[in-house]
């Protein structure tokens, strides 16, 4: 069975079909098309899932030691209290009253929150455990820890597409993507797609403490 990975793009989501060797790149406008691709096993999604109350997620700052220099593409989650607006300066208000020692979300975090919404009220209640979050960075430096320059860039690039290259057949799905797919979101959601692959297969890795919010959701990251 195929496996999906998912990354967040203006509002909508680039996604990576993944069965086998064979990738295909899609255009998903809304979460619900993202649950709605069939016969998916797992879904590895580029977005937080479980969410504090109160703090720093413990998944977060392991990650961003794993990762050292590149440490900075793990943006902290915002507090669960911060996706009851979406008004910036009310966010940071609610965020400092939520946590000790007070913290507001950063401008790109908060860019995140509407997605962030979506797919929580999306995975529903017990929460579909078939979606994953995942961070293509951990990804990428699991296929290959030479990996050293920032994406987006020539350097960074080509590293990933031979990171990638490795394990799926990328260059024929950038070569039939939809339209206006940019570079950087589709090479994520590929690495996304080869995270959710070692999670159907059990051979994921993943950081956190083991907690779940009040919602049920894990507080986790797997690649």
């Not at 060797?21 to 899609?26: A, F, M, Y």
């Not at 206006?180 to 999670?199: E, G, K």
């Amino acid at each position: 069975m195929a496996v999906l990975g998912v990354d967040g793009w203006r509002g909508q989501w680039v996604g990576a079909l993944l069965d086998g060797g064979d990738v295909e790149l899609l255009h998903l406008a809304t979460v619900a098309d993202v649950l709605a691709v069939p016969d998916v096993e797992v879904v590895g999604v580029d977005m937080p899932i479980g969410l504090s109350e109160d703090g720093v997620r413990a998944c977060d700052v392991e990650a961003r030691r794993r990762l050292g220099p590149a440490g900075s593409s793990v943006f902290p989650t915002p507090v669960r209290a911060v996706l009851a607006t979406d008004d910036y300066a009310e966010a940071r208000a609610l965020s400092r009253a939520a946590t000790d020692p007070p913290r507001a979300p950063s401008a790109q975090a908060f860019q995140l929150v509407k997605a962030i919404r979506a797919l929580d009220d999306a995975l529903g209640d017990p929460p579909d455990d078939r979606v994953v979050e995942v961070h293509p960075e951990l990804s990428f430096r699991a296929l290959d820890p030479g990996i050293t320059h920032r994406k987006g860039t020539a350097r960074g690039t080509i590293q990933r597409l031979r990171a990638l290259r490795a394990v799926m057949d990328v260059e024929h799905a950038l070569a039939q993507a939809p339209p206006d797919t940019p570079l950087v979101d589709a090479l994520d959601a590929c690495a996304a797609a080869w995270s959710a692959q070692r999670i159907a297969d059990g051979e994921q890795e993943t950081v956190g403490d083991g907690g779940t919010d009040r919602r049920g959701r894990p507080m986790r990251i797997s690649w």
